[in-house]
């Protein structure tokens, strides 16, 4: 399929120096802010790039479900291939694609796991049956069918009954403290506006990068 005709000219809103703060996690706040006013769906939803050993890297979609001054925090299983690959290499990268919004945000930083009282404040939060779920699914493990989670679901649903889910052990949180954000509003002509923060010794910097 030829796609060289598929394209989408960009409205033209523009991005400013001076309408950006000097600390990005500020301006993301407000970009996101932005987008879930206007009812975007998942605006929480970003794509999570890590890369094994080998340098092969891997790309998925996970949710945020924090962040502040210190950094973008996810959730999953510590056995998953993407806990693997961090803990072979802990640099990650993230994009959120507000495409309607003509908008990302790339991150580039080092991931550490949250504590174990985040971890717990943060499970005890979930819906039940997503805490089950939890312990349930061995991610990313080969299964033969759908008929084995469904299995164990009703078997763990059982045994636990009415009583609090534990946290399980091998579940957890992680921390992408960032290095380096992006933030690009596409703009007419295919000139759009990319500024770049990076961290240094004394603070944040901030450039615009030519689209």
């Not at 399929?1 to 990005?24: I, K, N, V, W």
């Not at 056995?79 to 072979?88: L, N, P, Q, Y």
């Not at 946290?167 to 403290?177: A, E, M, N």
Request: net charge negative; glycine share 8%; proline share 6%.
């Amino acid at each position: 399929m030829d796609l060289s005709d598929f394209r989408q000219e960009y409205t033209g809103r523009g991005l400013q120096r001076e309408d950006l703060e000097a600390d990005p996690m500020r301006q993301f706040e407000g970009w996101f802010k932005q987008a879930t006013e206007l009812g975007l769906h998942e605006p929480n939803a970003m794509s999570l790039g890590t890369a094994d050993a080998a340098g092969r890297p891997l790309l998925r979609t996970v949710l945020l479900k924090h962040f502040d001054a210190a950094g973008f925090v996810f959730y999953t299983n510590y056995g998953s291939r993407k806990a693997r690959h961090m803990a072979e290499n802990p640099q990650v990268s993230l994009l959120f694609p507000w495409i309607v919004l003509e908008r990302q945000v790339i991150v580039q930083g080092r991931v550490e796991k949250t504590t174990a009282e985040e971890t717990a404040h943060y499970f005890h939060l979930r819906p039940r049956d997503s805490q089950l779920g939890a312990w349930v699914s061995e991610q990313s493990a080969v299964i033969e069918s759908r008929q084995v989670l469904t299995e164990k679901l009703a078997e763990l649903t059982a045994r636990v009954g009415g009583g609090e889910v534990p946290v399980p052990p091998f579940w957890g949180g992680y921390r992408v403290v960032p290095e380096t954000v992006e933030f690009w509003q596409g703009g007419p002509a295919r000139l759009h506006d990319r500024f770049f923060y990076e961290r240094k010794a004394e603070g944040w910097s901030l450039e615009r990068l030519s689209p």
